[in-house]
């Protein structure tokens, strides 16, 4: 059973940092890319990230773009999304999701999602 | 970047057809995903590349893709299907980004 289980949310102040973490298992973690999903309170899903099977390709939204960095461990079946210079707009629970298709697409859909964490910035 | 226009809520009783529209430009030529959440639950893939269902998911949920709309269609609606959809597709003129459409509220009368 493919299982994602994210951790590592909480409260921060404004321009504070946290790393969230995704640990996989049920699949072939190192044959999937990967994604971070957020969703704020009351709001839709936003797209933050995404990165190829093999960490070859990676790629941001622009609201996070070099604040975010996402990377994975394939020998760890982990995934982590370090948040930097975070705002109060970056409230939001943070899913881990798996590309539905094998291998490098980043173009497809998310078959398999997480619970998700809170991610809390406020002073 | 993209935009997808979804509206923000769609009505229907018990047994009807609830259909919810998905607009963008030129949308009919990309592959449009459809997910639906729950309250307090994660997003479920109802609906890929267009028409396809992943398994478990109800011959009863369909989609289509033309023009500037794509469109997801619950046939023989059940209280069980309210939720909020979400349609979703892939962004090629903008660095991979992927654009999902603001959410549709579906209330089952």
């Known amino acids: 059973e493919v299982q994602l289980v994210e951790s590592g949310g909480g409260l921060v102040k404004p321009g504070g940092s946290l790393r969230l973490s995704c640990a996989a298992s049920?699949?072939?973690?190192?044959?999937?890319?990967m994604n971070w999903v957020r969703q704020a309170p009351g709001k839709g899903l936003e797209w933050v990230s995404s990165?190829?099977?093999?960490?070859?390709?990676?790629y941001y939204a622009d609201s996070v773009k070099g604040r975010f960095t996402i990377s994975r461990d394939n020998a760890k079946n982990s995934l982590y999304l370090q948040m930097n210079s975070l705002r109060a707009e970056d409230t939001a629970v943070y899913y881990c999701?798996?590309?539905?298709?094998?291998?490098?697409?980043?173009?497809?859909?998310?078959?398999?999602w997480g619970q998700g964490t809170l991610v809390t910035v406020s002073s | 970047s993209y935009v997808l226009t979804q509206p923000p809520s769609v009505s229907v009783a018990p047994g009807q057809t609830a259909r919810i529209t998905c607009g963008g430009n030129?949308?009919?030529?990309?592959?449009v995903h459809w997910y639906q959440q729950k309250p307090g639950q994660a997003p479920v893939l109802v609906v890929y590349?267009?028409?396809d269902r992943p398994s478990g998911i109800p011959e009863r949920f369909s989609g289509s893709n033309s023009g500037n709309t794509a469109t997801l269609t619950i046939s023989r609606v059940e209280a069980g299907d309210e939720a909020d959809y979400y349609c979703?597709?892939?962004?090629?003129?903008?660095?991979?980004?992927?654009?999902f459409g603001g959410g549709t509220k579906l209330t089952v009368l």
């Open positions: 990165i190829s099977s093999s960490s070859s390709y990676i």
């Open positions: 590349d267009d028409s």
């Open positions: 030129n949308i009919g030529s990309k592959s």
């Open positions: 979703q597709v892939w962004d090629s003129s903008s660095d991979h980004q992927r654009v």
């Open positions: 999701a798996r590309d539905a298709r094998p291998g490098s697409t980043l173009r497809g859909h998310f078959d398999y």
């Open positions: 049920g699949f072939t973690f190192s044959s999937y890319s």
